[in-house]
């Protein structure tokens, strides 16, 4: 059975600008402004007022219905982003070869002495993205950006290519893994990652 109207609300902040045109979602705040589009969705997303962005379908099945939700998640994510910014934390974990970490130009991690392997493994940073060395904590590498995906995508490229081949993985635990999920705020610091929180 068809739904003739189902839609979602998400509220803009007073510091955040939102623009809607055919399907193109720019929001634009103080670390910046993203761009995505949603096209393929085949939704209507329309403002309404200043602080307001609907996302609606008319007449749709259940899985259509559930692309609403996941257009909205994509939307309050780059609000947050745009306002907080993103950071990942990551370890790196060895038993007997340290890994060495060297970053070049905050977008390209360098990783040496993996396994005692002479090989130097380079991972480059998506546009817009930017790597560092913990000052605090040792065998600790920051990833940071306000676009959620491309930082959990370096993230995933980073731990990825640090995996362990034609070894017993539960023995050989050496590489380099996400401790922490944060966002920034200009009050408190660092807070933790709320995936389910609302603006």
């Known amino acids: ?20 045109k055919s399907g193109i979602v720019k929001i634009k ?33 259940r899985k259509e219905l559930a692309v609403i939700r996941t257009v909205s998640s994509h939307i309050e994510n780059m609000i947050k982003g745009v306002r907080f910014g993103y950071r990942y ?12 970490l060297n970053i070049q130009d905050k977008s390209v991690v360098e990783i040496r002495n993996f396994l005692g392997e002479k090989f130097i493994r380079r991972v480059e940073m998506p546009e817009g993205v930017t790597a560092a060395l ?6 600790e590498l920051i990833i940071e950006g306000n676009d959620l995906e491309k ?9 990825q290519s640090t995996s362990v081949k034609n070894k017993d993985i539960r023995k ?26 609302r603006v």
């Open 1 to 20: 059975m068809k739904a003739i109207e189902s839609h979602q609300v998400i509220k803009v902040p007073s510091d955040v600008q939102a623009f809607i």
């Open 29 to 61: 705040g103080p670390r910046g402004e993203l761009v995505r589009n949603f096209k393929h969705a085949h939704l209507d997303i329309q403002k309404m007022g200043k602080k307001k962005i609907i996302v609606r379908k008319w007449f749709g099945i």
């Open 134 to 139: 913990s000052a605090n904590q040792k065998d």
């Open 89 to 100: 934390k990551m370890r790196s974990v060895y038993a007997h070869f340290p890994i060495n």
């Open 151 to 159: 930082v959990s995508r370096a993230a995933a490229r980073i731990q």
């Open 172 to 197: 050989f635990l050496d590489g380099i893994y996400v401790s922490e999920k944060v966002f920034n705020t200009a009050t408190n610091g660092e807070m933790k990652l709320a995936w389910q929180s």
